[in-house]
């Protein structure tokens, strides 16, 4: 109305979108030295826009905000005063001012207003106005529908929304012209999770497919989700965010799965492929012009082409620039990479629309923003996609799915609604925090407090009960565990105990019973192994194989690898690395006790320092500042598990370090394994201790005493040294707080402090230590025989071993117990 009364030569001044007006709120509340560096200047000042509006929807005066004491409220005053200066010096009209601004004429010759609960006093004031003007205005109230009314209550809200589909599926069934509707509070944020629900009964083939129908038409979510989250407008933000600053591995390795860059589907498999390599060996610097060579040589000749034009449209694109040209070399860039594909759909078209039209909107924002750098013009972007609500146009559906406030004026044959419950409705309070509280109570503005949600709760109730001629509330019994109750405003409404449901089973049981009769075989196996792959094993065999053959033989001889998440930082796998390295470093320097001891503590630490940085030496290497960061606070972590473990040893028994790292072979049964072994010292008694280094928790014996052993290495490690060699064998466990040696020794004189089989607190059923030698290496010719055979059973224990196992969708584990006929039909 307010271009059309520009038009006409009613008004003058200028219009400000929506995005400019958010430029504008965000830099007066960054320039604001006030304002905490702790807050995110984009946040506060969606906020602020939001609470501008509400000013001017509720009519407050300006004077009510100087007259609150509270410091949000003086902030939010003096952001106003220089949001007004400036739009009064260059002439610019926003959306909440353009209302007062209007003239009767652009809404001559009247106006019918459908579909409002409660009008705002400034729309009643618009109103007045106009229709005193001669205008006429008319506020539709469509006619109340007599009917019948129920409550039922359905156990958590999963089962109500399931219900729901049920019951509005009987309806429709063979009835397509009714209009029935599912009501979802805060539809917006269970929209997924609804969808699948209802997708699952009303289009029931997306169980077997695993997605959303793309063409499914049975019903309408009306619930728009932010534009920046329609999947064709994320991988544009992406692609951005991997040219506007150095892209991090994980930015490489989503660009390489972009289906919407040139080449997605030609070299799909190649990228793939291409992916995983970058996740096990690159480096984090890795960058455009490395990836671009990489992709050349890794067959995508498609991509590294793609890749080589969004480079030269990037150097067309100076670092810092207006908006304008900056919306300019964004078009110019995506164009380059192919976005968005060949052959986009229906809704990606309308989101690309969309999309195209958002970048020329931040290409207007020159006049407000300067000159911005690429980061930025991204992260406008970004922030502006955020905000913009997008659905993409679907067939209008018999059956709909809304939320309470959209569907005030709409009218149906059956309506359910969710959620009834005394958590949710009404909903609690949450008044603005910039606008005075005194003010949003005498103006009425919605949840301003608990009273006023409770009468508008009451106010929607009444009018969703009048929108249908069926109409059932329902409620859920717990959510999250935590018991509901019903909301008191369902008193006095009679409880329908079952609703009606469609009464087609469910497409899993329909499959399982007219399954055709078939012989079950359960083929666990592999063909045995080669003489080469015999020679070809380390500790890590015995170990998977005794947690799950499946594992062993599928991650071993199939190469099932989980792909690597690249990501800042040490893990705990490169910190293991470190430690033993360091200690390696060590006592490779130190070579026995008696050196250790006749060190002063300075000395002490002075060496420890050097193997730890001796340690780090590669790591440093090639690590940018971040993780030099990272990696001084890991030298300190280092540094002081070190000289735990130091101070430990000088307690020990004299000792002499005999081997570190060191590589050998141990034959068990067909295999010869290649292990490595942390250290060996030579004890007082002549024989020989096996130390093993463990950061984790789980450097407990009796991982070496179960029939299949959890960490098999160290009975392993004895059989490569000899078991009439060794004395000894211990986990030296370093954890902040807790480290030391956990063991088991021939004799209590030789390493003190580890138990001693046959002696009294020893837990299990081992008299002597030749008994447990001698069950460990049957235990590892067992193991070793299974693997030989090919044996690939799915785990003995899957609570245990399933827990941390990448492999669910190889060996369908799952699907196994589930297809078990008894508790299909339990499910029933
Ligand atoms: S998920 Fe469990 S059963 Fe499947 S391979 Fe992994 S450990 Fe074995």
Same mark, same amino acid.
């Given at each position: ?7 006409a ?10 995005s ?7 830099r ?16 506060v ?14 009519q ?7 007259d ?6 003086a ?22 001012l ?20 409660r ?12 229709a005193?003007?001669?205008?006429e205005?008319r506020l539709?109230r ?11 209550q ?9 219900a ?15 209009r ?10 269970r ?7 209802i %997708? ?6 997306t169980?077997?497919s695993?997605?959303p ?12 989700r932010?534009?920046?989250?329609q999947p ?5 933000l ?11 591995l994980?930015?490489l390795?989503?660009?390489?799965r ?24 690159e480096?984090?610097g890795?960058g ?5 060579q ?5 067959g ?10 969004a480079r030269?449209?990037m150097?067309?694109?100076l ?25 986009p759909?229906s809704?990606e ?8 039209s958002?970048?020329?909107e931040?290409?207007?924002c ?8 690429r980061a ?5 972007l970004?922030?502006?996609a ?7 146009? %679907?067939?209008?559906a ?12 709409m009218?149906?044959?059956a309506?359910w609604v ?6 949710h409705?009404?909903?609690l309070?949450a008044p603005d ?5 005194l ?11 608990a ?15 009048a929108?249908a001629?069926?109409?059932v509330?329902?409620v ?20 329908l105990a079952?609703?009606p ?16 009769e ?10 045995p ?10 500790a890590?065999l015995l ?10 033989q599928?991650e ?26 360091a ?6 320097e ?17 060496a420890?320092?050097r193997a730890v ?9 090639s690590a940018?500042?971040?993780m ?15 000289l735990?473990m130091?101070e ?22 067909a295999?010869t394994?290649d ?5 060996v ?12 280094y ?17 960490l098999?290495q160290?009975?392993?490690?004895v059989?490569?040294?000899?078991p009439?060699?060794v ?18 020794a ?14 009294r607190?020893w837990?299990r ?7 447990l ?5 049957r ?38 117990s589930?297809?078990k ?5 339990a499910?029933?």
């Open positions: 109305m307010f271009a059309l009364d520009r038009q030569g009613r008004l003058d001044g200028r219009w400000l979108p929506a400019a007006a958010q430029l504008l709120w965000e007066i509340v960054r320039d604001d030295p006030e304002v905490s560096p702790l807050l995110s200047p984009a946040g000042a969606r906020a602020a826009a939001q609470s501008w509006r509400r000013l001017h929807d509720f407050m005066p300006f004077a009510a905000l100087d609150d004491l509270s410091s949000e409220t902030a939010f005053a003096r952001w106003c005063r220089e949001y007004r200066r400036l739009l009064e010096e260059r002439d610019w009209t926003d959306g909440a353009a209302q007062l601004r209007v003239h009767a004429l652009a809404a001559a010759p009247g106006l019918e207003m459908v579909g409002f609960d009008l705002t006093p400034l729309q009643e004031t618009l109103l007045q106005k106009w005193a003007a001669g205008l205005v539709a469509p006619p109340a529908v007599a009917g019948s009314c129920w409550r039922t359905c156990l958590d809200p999963a089962a109500e929304i399931d729901a589909a049920r019951w509005a599926a009987e309806r429709l069934d063979g009835e397509r012209a009714r029935v509707a599912i009501v979802v509070p805060e539809l917006a944020r929209r997924d999770e609804v969808r699948r629900i %997708e699952r009964v009303v289009v029931p083939e169980g077997l695993g997605g129908a793309p063409e499914a038409q049975a019903f309408e979510l009306a619930a728009a932010p534009l920046a989250q064709v407008v994320a991988a544009a992406d692609l951005l965010d991997a040219f506007v600053r150095p892209p991090d994980p930015a390795s989503r660009l390489l972009n289906p919407f860059v040139a080449g997605a589907d030609e070299e799909g498999a190649a990228r793939a492929r291409l992916d995983a390599r970058l996740r096990r060996y480096s984090p890795l455009l012009m490395a990836f671009e990489l992709a050349l040589e890794r995508c000749p498609l991509l590294a082409g793609t890749l080589a034009a030269a449209a150097s067309a694109w670092e810092k620039d207006i908006p304008s040209h900056c919306s300019t070399s964004i078009s110019i860039l995506l164009a380059a990479l192919g976005w968005p594909g060949s052959s759909d809704k078209h309308q989101a690309e629309q969309r999309w195209r958002l970048v020329v931040l290409g207007a020159d006049e407000f923003a300067g000159l911005i750098s930025e013009a991204a992260g406008l970004r922030e502006m955020g905000r913009v609500l997008f659905e993409p146009q %679907e067939l209008r018999p059956l709909l799915v809304i939320d309470p406030e959209t569907c005030a004026g009218r149906f044959d309506l969710c959620s009834l419950d005394a958590a409705w009404p909903p309070a925090p910039f606008l005075p509280r003010a949003q109570l005498s103006q009425r503005v919605p949840r301003a407090s009273e006023i949600a409770a009468q508008d709760a009451k106010a929607t109730l009444e009018r969703l009960l929108s001629g069926q109409v509330l329902s859920a019994e717990i959510e999250d565990d935590a018991p509901l109750l019903p909301s008191p405003l369902l008193d006095g409404i009679a409880v079952a609703p449901r469609w009464p087609e089973p469910r497409l899993a049981a329909v499959s399982y019973t007219g399954r055709p078939l012989e079950a075989l359960a083929d666990g196996g592999l063909p192994i080669t003489a080469d792959e015999a020679q070809r094993g380390g890590r170990e998977l194989q005794a947690a799950c053959p499946f594992r062993a599928a071993l001889r199939l190469g099932a690898r989980a792909l690597e998440e690249p990501g800042v930082g040490v893990d705990a796998a490169e910190r293991g690395d470190l430690i033993h390295q200690l390696a470093v060590l006592w490779q130190l070579g026995d006790q008696q050196t250790l001891k006749a060190l002063d503590p300075s000395n002490v630490v002075v420890v320092r940085a001796t340690a780090l030496t590669g790591a440093r290497r940018d500042d971040l030099r960061r990272l990696l001084d606070l890991e030298a300190d972590w280092l540094e002081a598990r070190v735990e130091v430990v040893d000088r307690a020990r028994t004299p000792f002499v370090v005999e081997e570190v790292e060191a590589p050998r072979k141990a034959r068990i049964g295999l394994l292990l490595r072994l942390d250290r010292d030579r004890l007082a008694d002549g024989s020989l201790a096996v130390i093993d463990k950061t984790g928790a789980n450097a407990e014996i009796k991982a070496w005493l179960d029939e299949r052993p959890k098999p160290m009975p392993a490690y059989q490569a040294l000899g009439g060699q004395g000894a064998v211990a986990f030296a466990r370093m954890r902040s707080g807790d480290t030391g040696y956990v063991g088991v021939r004799a209590a004189e030789a390493f003190p402090g580890l138990k001693v089989p046959g002696t607190g837990p059923d081992y008299d002597s230590w030749q008994q030698l001698a069950a460990w290496q235990r590892l010719e067992a193991l070793a025989a299974e693997f030989a055979a090919g044996d690939a059973r799915l785990a003995p224990d899957p609570p245990r071993a399933c827990e941390y196992c990448h492999l669910g969708a190889l060996c369908r584990i799952a699907e196994t589930a297809a006929p008894g508790e299909e039909a499910d029933e």
